[in-house]
C-alpha cells in the first residue's frame, strides 16, 4: 500500500476587532430648530420688516368691505410669507446632515420639540391674524395647525414602529448569518475529519479500508461542491465556491498520486513478468488493481457524457469536468476499458500486461507522449474527443485502434510500433500526423477514414499495408514513404490531391479500383516489384513523371479524366494500358519502354497521345520483341500514329517520332542511351 502521509488541518480565521474611533457629537436639537428658523439680516431686511408693513397697514386700512388696496396687501403677505418658507427650506436642505443625525440620536428631544411648538404656533398664529384682521373666526386655522401637529406625531410614531422592526429584522438576519456561519464552518470541520480519515485509510495496509476510502473521497468531494444550499449571499457563495474547488481538487491529486505511485515498492521488472512472482503478490497486486480501476471509475462517473446522434455529437460537463488530472509517469497493470477520462494525461507513463482501453471516452485532451506500452495496447472502439497525443510512445507488442473515432487531431509522429498495428475501420475527423514513423510489421487501415489532411511523409513500412477500401477526404501525404513489402489501396478512395512523390514501393503494390478525385502525384517514385492501377479512376490530373516501373505495371481499364503525365518514366518490364480511357492529354515524352508496351483497346477520347516534345523522344528497347509493342488502340476516339524504325537489324513499328535505343549500349552522363536509332517514320 502507499506510504503517503497526507492530512488537513482546519485553518481557523483570527478575527481583530475594529477599534472605534470616538464619533463627533450631535448638534442639540433646538440650536439645530433656531439656526434653521433664526433669519439672517437679509430675510430681516427683505421679508420679516416689509412684512410687518404690510401687517400694520392692513390693520390701518381694513374694513369690512374689503378694497383692492387690502387685498393687494394680503396678496403681498402671501408671497412673502411662501418666500419665507422656501428660504427656511433651503436652509434646513443645507443642514440636512445635522438635522438626521441630530433626528437620530436625540428623537425624544425631536418628538417634544414639534409637539411644544406646534401646540404654541396653533394658539399664536390664528390670534395674532384675528388681531390684525387678516382673517375673522381664528378657530378653523386652530384645528388646522393641531391636525398638522397630530399627523407629524402619527408619522413620527410609524416611524419609530418601523424603524423597531426594521432593527428587530436586521438583528434575526445578523443571527441567521451567525448560524449560518456557525453551520459552515462546523460542516467544514467535519469534512476535514472525514478527509483525513479516509486518506489514512486509503494509504493503510489494510485492503478493504483502502477499497472504502476511494468512494469516500469522492463523496467528500461531492459534498464539498454541494455549497450552494448554505447561503443566500453572493459574496460568502463565491467563497465557499473558491474554496470548493480547492478541496475537491486536492482530492484528486490525492486520487492521482495514487494512481502514479509503484503499489509496495514493486520494481519495474517484477511488474513486466507479473506471471513469474509469488502466488502472494499476485493476490497482492491483484486487490492494487481493484483500487485503482475503483479509483478511475469514480472519476468516469463525475466525468462529461457523450451521446453520437445522427453522427453529431453532444456532450454534458460532469462534477468533475473542469478539474485537472495527472496520470504521468503511472504504472498502469489493470484494464481501463469501457469508462470516461476527462483529461487522459498519461505522458510517459509505463502499461504492463496488456493496456485494454476498449470503448473507453477521452473527453479532453489525451496525452500518451512519451508512454510505453510493453504488452498489446487495445483502443478498439474507444473516442477521443478532444486532441489524441501519442508523439514518441513506444509500443511493444500489437497496436490496436480499430473502430476508434478521433474527434480532433491525432499525432502519431516518433511513434515506435514494434509489431502489428490496426486502424481498421477508424474514424480521423481531424488532421492525422504519422511523419516519420516505423512500422516494423504489417499494419492495417481497412475502411478507415481520413476526413481531414492524412500525413504520411517519410514513414516506413516494413511489412504488408493493407489499407484497401480507406477514405481520404482530404490531402493524403505520402512523400518520400517507404514500402519495404506489399501495399495494398484495393478501392481507396482520394477525394482531395493524393501525393506519393519519391516514395519507393519495395514489393508487390496494388491500386486496383482506387478512386483519385483530385490530383495524384507519383513523381520521382519507384516500383521495384509489380504496380497494380487496374480499374483505377484518376479524375484530375494524373502525374507519373520520373516514376520507375521496375516491373510489371498494369493500368488495365484505368480511366484518366484528364491529363495523364509519365514524362520522363521508366517501364523496366511490360506495361499495360489495354482498355484503358484517357479522357484528356496522355503524356510520354522521354519515357522509356524497356519490355512490352500494350495500348490495345485504349481509348483516347479527344487528344492523341503525345510521345514527342522537340528532342524529349519517348524510346522504346531494340531488344524486346516487335509483336510486344501493341498499339492497336480502341476504334473510338483518336488512334497512334505509327512510324517504322530499325536498331540492331530489326524493324519495329512504333509511335512516329520516337527511337529505338540499345540497352546494352554506353549510357551518356546524361543518362540517355548512346545507342539510339533515327525516329521513327
Avoid at 485494454?356 to 473527453?363: D, I, P, R, V
Avoid at 499495360?576 to 481509348?603: C, D, L, M, P, V
Amino acid at each position: 500500500m502507499l506510504v503517503t502521509t497526507l492530512s488537513s488541518q482546519s485553518r481557523q480565521e483570527i478575527i481583530v476587532p475594529p477599534q472605534e474611533t470616538p464619533s463627533k457629537e450631535s448638534p442639540d436639537p433646538i440650536n439645530v430648530l433656531i439656526s434653521i428658523i433664526k433669519p439672517g439680516w437679509k430675510r430681516v431686511l427683505f421679508l420679516i420688516l416689509p412684512a410687518i408693513g404690510l401687517v400694520i397697514a392692513h390693520f390701518i386700512c381694513y374694513s369690512d368691505s374689503p378694497s383692492t388696496c387690502i387685498n393687494i396687501i394680503r396678496l403681498c403677505l402671501t408671497i412673502i410669507t411662501v418666500i419665507y418658507i422656501g428660504v427656511s427650506i433651503g436652509e434646513a436642505y443645507k443642514k440636512k446632515s445635522d438635522i438626521i443625525d441630530s433626528f437620530q440620536k436625540n428623537q425624544p428631544q425631536f418628538f417634544t420639540i414639534i409637539v411644544v411648538l406646534g401646540g404654541t404656533l396653533a394658539i399664536l398664529i390664528p390670534m395674532i391674524m384675528n388681531v390684525t384682521k387678516l382673517i375673522g373666526d381664528g378657530a378653523p386655522l386652530t384645528t388646522a395647525l393641531l391636525g398638522i401637529t397630530g399627523g407629524i406625531i402619527a408619522i413620527f410614531g410609524y416611524y419609530k414602529t418601523h424603524q423597531k422592526s426594521e432593527l428587530e429584522k436586521e438583528q434575526l438576519e445578523i443571527q441567521k448569518q451567525k448560524d449560518t456561519r456557525d453551520h459552515i464552518r462546523q460542516l467544514h470541520s467535519s469534512y476535514n475529519d472525514r478527509f483525513d480519515k479516509a486518506v489514512a485509510e486509503l494509504n493503510s495496509n489494510d485492503v478493504k479500508a483502502a477499497y472504502a476510502a476511494v468512494p469516500k473521497l469522492a463523496k467528500l468531494a461531492d459534498a464539498w461542491l454541494d455549497y450552494k444550499d448554505l447561503s443566500n449571499n453572493k459574496k460568502e457563495l463565491k467563497k465557499l465556491k473558491k474554496k470548493a474547488k480547492k478541496e475537491v481538487q486536492t482530492i484528486i491529486n490525492i486520487l492521482c498520486k495514487y494512481i502514479r505511485t509503484t503499489p509496495n515498492n514493486y520494481t519495474d521488472e517484477q511488474l513486466e513478468n507479473f506471471d513469474s512472482l509469488p502466488e502472494s503478490d499476485k493476490k497482492a497486486l491483484a486487490h492494487e488493481a481493484d483500487i485503482r480501476c475503483l479509483i478511475f471509475s469514480e472519476m468516469s462517473d463525475r466525468s462529461s457524457k457523450a451521446t453520437f446522434e445522427n453522427k453529431k455529437l453532444t456532450t454534458i460537463s460532469g462534477d468533475w469536468s473542469e478539474f485537472d488530472f495527472d496520470f504521468s509517469q503511472a504504472p498502469v497493470f489493470y484494464p481501463l476499458n469501457n469508462i470516461t477520462i476527462e483529461k487522459g494525461i498519461f505522458t510517459s507513463a509505463k502499461f504492463y500486461n496488456n493496456a485494454n482501453f476498449n470503448k473507453s471516452t477521452f473527453f479532453q485532451k489525451a496525452d500518451f507522449s512519451k508512454a510505453t506500452f510493453t504488452q498489446n495496447a487495445d483502443f478498439a472502439e474507444a473516442t477521443f474527443i478532444q486532441n489524441a497525443d501519442f508523439i514518441g510512445a513506444t509500443f511493444a507488442q500489437e497496436a490496436v485502434f480499430s473502430r476508434v473515432t478521433f474527434a480532433q487531431e491525432a499525432t502519431f509522429s516518433g511513434v515506435t510500433f514494434t509489431h502489428r498495428a490496426y486502424f481498421n475501420d477508424a474514424t480521423f475527423t481531424q488532421d492525422v500526423h504519422f511523419v516519420g514513423v516505423v512500422f516494423p510489421q504489417d499494419v492495417y487501415f481497412l475502411d478507415a477514414t481520413f476526413t481531414q489532411v492524412a500525413d504520411f511523409t517519410e514513414a516506413t513500412f516494413a511489412q504488408n499495408v493493407y489499407a484497401s477500401r480507406v477514405t481520404f477526404v482530404q490531402k493524403a501525404y505520402f512523400v518520400e514513404a517507404t514500402f519495404n513489402q506489399e501495399a495494398y489501396f484495393v478501392e481507396a478512395t482520394f477525394t482531395q490531391n493524393a501525393s506519393f512523390n519519391g516514395a519507393t514501393f519495395t514489393q508487390y503494390t496494388s491500386y486496383s479500383g482506387a478512386t483519385f478525385a483530385q490530383e495524384a502525384f507519383f513523381f520521382g517514385a519507384t516500383f521495384t516489384q509489380n504496380a497494380d492501377f487496374n480499374g483505377a479512376t484518376f479524375t484530375q490530373k494524373a502525374d507519373f513523371s520520373v516514376t520507375t516501373f521496375a516491373q510489371k505495371a498494369e493500368f488495365r481499364w484505368a480511366t484518366f479524366t484528364k491529363e495523364a503525365n509519365f514524362s520522363d518514366a521508366t517501364f523496366t518490364e511490360e506495361v499495360n494500358f489495354s482498355e484503358a480511357t484517357f479522357a484528356e492529354t496522355a503524356i510520354f515524352h522521354k519515357t522509356t519502354f524497356t519490355r512490352a508496351a500494350n495500348f490495345s483497346g485504349a481509348e483516347f477520347t479527344k487528344l492523341e497521345p503525345s510521345f514527342v516534345l522537340k528532342k524529349r523522344k519517348a524510346q522504346f528497347s531494340a531488344a524486346a520483341n516487335p509483336q510486344d509493342y501493341d498499339f492497336s488502340v480502341a476504334p473510338v476516339g483518336k488512334s497512334i500514329n505509327r512510324g517504322h524504325a530499325t536498331l540492331l537489324g530489326e524493324p519495329f513499328e512504333i509511335p512516329l517520332g520516337t527511337v529505338l535505343f540499345d540497352p546494352m549500349s554506353p549510357k551518356y552522363k546524361d543518362g540517355n542511351y548512346s545507342g539510339l536509332s533515327e525516329p521513327a517514320e
